[in-house]
């Protein structure tokens, strides 16, 4: 599991250790680069491609939520959410020169990643029920009233606003931690290994096949849902 170490001797020797398996790094940046790229499509009126994209980023989110519950230990659910203590006394740590030594999600950043997975999934969820009245209909536009494919758009145009938030704090806060706490957080979501001290155990980290497997199932799933409904 993710477990949060003492910060006593917080400068004794560290070592690299692999904490992020390689399904999860690459969710991360493909989910930034569709994110950027659903922006750009929706601005721009590609919706036909905006619509594949939203659903690609689904698809994915679906995934990462069940990474969570079968992944690797630091993918999963179970290792970063913390109870009500554990946050309050890692964001006390942080107000001292070493905060506690996590190896995956701190349990404040965990919490973010909650959140940024639920916008995400209201963006997305609410896009496949959503029109823009003229040509185009999310591919389950159709199963809903006019009532609530109305609601459904409000909620994909508000959705927005919240992720960009969301993703300003969470991107503010790694850039925080590297030039303020001096860690770099950024770099192991890229590499995969980070510096940790001894007293925290290597994390087990689950095959990429597994992961892979779990993909196919997930979008094979999905693309059969949309086109017998
Ligand atoms: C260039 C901008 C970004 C940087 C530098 C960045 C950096 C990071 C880092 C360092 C982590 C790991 C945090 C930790 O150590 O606990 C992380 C995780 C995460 N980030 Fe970002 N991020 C960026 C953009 C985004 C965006 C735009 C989103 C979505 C709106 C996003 C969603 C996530 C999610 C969902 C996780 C959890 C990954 C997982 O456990 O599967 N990130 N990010």
Redesign the pocket.
């Known amino acids: 599991m993710n477990e949060v170490g003492s910060n006593r001797g917080a400068v004794a020797t560290l070592r690299k250790i692999r904490?992020?398996d390689l399904p999860?790094r690459l969710?991360?940046?493909v989910?930034?680069a569709l994110?950027?790229a659903l922006y750009l499509t929706g601005e721009y009126g590609w919706l036909d491609l905006h619509m594949k994209l939203g659903q690609a980023v689904l698809v994915l989110?679906i995934w990462?939520v069940l990474?969570?519950l079968v992944g690797s230990d630091?993918?999963r659910f179970g290792g970063?959410l913390r109870g009500p203590g554990a946050v309050l006394a890692y964001a006390r740590s942080l107000l001292t020169p070493h905060p506690l030594p996590?190896a995956?999600?701190?349990p404040l950043?965990?919490l973010?990643?909650i959140a940024?997975?639920l916008?995400?999934l209201a963006q997305a969820g609410s896009g496949l029920f959503t029109t823009d009245d003229i040509v185009v209909e999310g591919p389950l536009y159709h199963l809903v009233s006019g009532k609530t494919a109305s609601l459904m758009t409000t909620v994909h145009h508000y959705a927005f606003d919240v992720?960009?938030v969301?993703?300003v704090i969470?991107?503010a806060?790694?850039?925080l931690?590297l030039f303020v706490k001096k860690e770099?957080?950024?770099?192991?979501?890229v590499t995969g290994s980070?510096p940790l001290p001894p007293q925290l155990p290597a994390p087990a980290l689950a095959s990429p096949l597994r992961a892979l497997i779990l993909l196919m199932i997930v979008a094979g799933a999905w693309i059969a849902f949309v086109s017998l409904i």
């Open positions: 904490v992020w999860v969710f991360h940046w989910l930034v994110l950027v989110v990462r990474w969570g630091t993918a970063f996590v995956g999600h701190n950043g965990g973010m990643v940024l997975l916008a995400i992720l960009i969301l993703a969470h991107v806060a790694a850039l931690y770099n957080l950024i770099g192991p979501m980070r």
